[in-house]
T-cell receptor, first 116, second 117 residues
Framework: AQKVTQAQTEISVVEKEDVTLDCVYE???????LFWYKQPPSGELVFLIR??????QNEISGRYSWNFQKSTSSFNFTITASQVVDSAVYFC?????????????FGTGTRLQVFP | ETGVTQTPRHLVMGMTNKKSLKCEQH?????MYWYKQSAKKPLELMFV???????ENNSVPSRFSPECPNSSHLFLHLHTLQPEDSALYLC????????????????FGPGTRLTVL
């Protein structure tokens, strides 16, 4: 069965610290997609990144970076030099595809609090 | 308006009331979704509409009734809800393609915070 585990329920850091959010997934599909979403206090989930199962290159976007390790079924997210505006709940998700429409399986989320 | 909008943002209703949640997407997408977000639980997919046809119904109780009149609008009709239905209800949309390259980022609205008394 498809499953996404985010073992860290809540993380607190002080501004400018680096922080890594863990994500471990389970799937029997050979083709799948992984996602990270950010949910600020306003409520809407903001798409951050999509990674397909054939692309294991790490990605960097500004202060954000993602480490995809197929061997350990992990897709971890690092924020470098964290800022107060990074405070949010972050969700990792896995895409499976019944019918012709993608279905996202979400983890339970990690609440990140960045203190000034 | 841009992106995905949802109204109302907050709703309090009694167990005998009937109400509807509305979602509108301004992205030209052809698939729309309802999710339920309860405290300390993963987001739960409730319904999926692709090209205005319901393609997924995740064993949702019949007191939740979705409606998708066109590709831009999605409703969730509520009646005789239970207190445990209190949650944040999120709508999302995406552009689906058959075969070929999958293009499946889902864009979310801000949600409706529902409280059932």
């Amino acid at each position: 069965a498809q499953k996404v585990t985010q073992a860290q329920t809540e993380i607190s850091v002080v501004e400018k610290e680096d922080v890594t959010l863990d994500c471990v997934y389970e799937t029997r599909d050979t083709t799948y997609y992984l996602f990270w979403y950010k949910q600020p206090p306003s409520g809407e989930l903001v798409f951050l990144i999509r990674r397909n199962s054939f692309d294991e290159q790490n990605e960097i976007s500004g202060r954000y970076s993602w480490n995809f390790q197929k061997s350990t079924s992990s897709f971890n997210f690092t924020i470098t030099a964290s800022q107060v505006v990074d405070s949010a709940v972050y969700f990792c998700a896995l895409s499976e595809r019944p019918y012709n429409t993608d279905k996202l399986i979400f983890g339970t989320g990690t609440r990140l609090q960045v203190f000034p | 308006e841009t992106g995905v909008t949802q109204t109302p943002r907050h709703l309090v209703m009694g167990m005998t009331n009937k109400k509807s949640l509305k979602c509108e997407q301004h992205l030209g997408h052809n698939a729309m979704y309802w999710y339920k977000q309860s405290a300390k639980k993963p987001l739960e997919l409730m319904f999926v509409y692709s090209l205005e046809e319901r393609v997924e119904n995740n064993s949702v109780p019949s007191r939740f009734s979705p409606e998708c009149p066109n590709s831009s609008h999605l409703f969730l009709h509520l009646h005789t809800l239970q207190p445990e239905d209190s949650a944040l209800y999120l709508c999302a949309s995406s552009q689906e393609r058959s075969g070929g390259t999958r293009y499946n980022e889902q864009f979310f609205g801000p949600g409706t915070r529902l409280t059932v008394l």
